[in-house]
């Protein structure tokens, strides 16, 4: 049985629908990532794990107990929000301190303890007696954190944690984050729309569009075996061009570049080169005028000898090729 089960959950506001018959399964000490665009559902079905949402129809089901009518006091989760929700007026051992009070079980030298040890736990030793407005971003995003894990919590909800912090920032807290997860085996749900994150902080992926969930799955099979035209497309870029009665679809680092002489399945007129460092970026159009990617090693980029207007020979392994019906929306 699955910690947490997520079962044809269905949601509308006035006309619109929020949520369409979404189901999913979320197993103990999981990190799972929701991950979407804007308006797709991904927040209102957190909300509704929490219970601070009710849906129409459905079931949520937390460690084999039917919590579907079951208010947000009585789940016993954490929740870390995109504002972090701070008090202003108090410290960061009396932010931490304020939700451990609420533990009517606890002495204060319990209390005290329980605060010392996850702001260890965090990094925030030093930053103890400082006020919201004294830390940076990355710090009241850990506080938030803290908190929020100091409860004990059976599970965390993070809804865009790292949205508000520049990409530096972001970049070492994903790791933190995650570090943090797995040391404690906390089961974690969190709310995102950047797939960089779900890719490399989550377990699994629950990938929604539209208010349905389009595929669940590892990032890596998620990455590799796109479910749908918009999964292929909503994570990573992938290239897509006719063949046929089909759609094909790979990866701009799946298709090789070869000298003319050589066998080849797609020839294109380079547009642009982008220069990224290890990688240049190849923008090409097809005789078809569809755009298509290539992402190659920059030495090999030069070895070539490319320029705007030169043509371009590409191999395209056929184990790399995603095929979809040619009725598919990409």
Do not use: W
């Amino acid at each position: 049985m699955s910690f947490l089960e997520i079962k044809n959950i269905t949601k509308r506001f006035d006309k619109q629908t929020a949520l369409s018959n979404v189901s999913a399964n979320i197993e103990k000490g999981e990190l799972v990532c929701i991950l979407g665009p804007s308006g797709c559902g991904k927040t209102t079905l957190l909300r509704i794990i929490a219970g601070l949402e009710n849906a129409n129809s459905g079931k949520i089901i937390i460690d084999g107990k039917d919590c579907t009518s079951l208010p947000a006091s009585e789940r016993n989760f954490g929740i870390v929000f995109q504002s972090y929700a701070l008090f202003p007026n108090m410290t960061v051992l009396q932010n931490i301190l304020f939700g451990l009070q609420q533990k009517k079980s606890l002495s204060k030298a319990d209390m005290l303890d329980k605060a010392t040890e996850v702001l260890r736990l965090v990094d925030l030793t030093e930053h103890t007696n400082k006020y919201p407005r004294q830390l940076s971003g990355g710090q009241q995003q850990r506080t938030a954190l803290a908190r929020a894990i100091a409860l004990s919590p059976s599970y965390l909800l993070l809804d865009e944690p790292l949205s508000a912090l520049d990409a530096k920032v972001r970049a070492r807290l994903r790791g933190e984050i995650r570090a943090i997860q797995r040391s404690l085996g906390i089961t974690t749900i969190m709310v995102t729309h950047d797939q960089e994150e779900a890719l490399t902080m989550s377990d699994r992926i629950i990938v929604m569009n539209n208010a349905v969930v389009e595929q669940v799955g590892t990032p890596r099979s998620i990455y590799d075996n796109p479910a749908t035209p918009f999964v292929a497309n909503f994570i990573g870029s992938m290239n897509f061009y006719k063949s046929g009665g089909e759609i094909c679809a790979i990866r701009p680092e799946k298709l090789i570049p070869v000298e003319r002489h050589e066998a080849y399945d797609i020839a294109a007129a380079v547009k642009a080169l982008e220069f990224k460092g290890a990688l240049t970026r190849i923008y090409a159009v097809l005789p078809e005028m569809d755009e298509i990617y290539v992402d190659i090693i920059s030495d090999r980029a030069d070895a070539l000898g490319l320029h705007e207007g030169a043509l371009l020979f590409l191999k395209a392994p056929a184990e790399y090729q995603i095929k979809y019906s040619a009725k598919a929306a990409v």
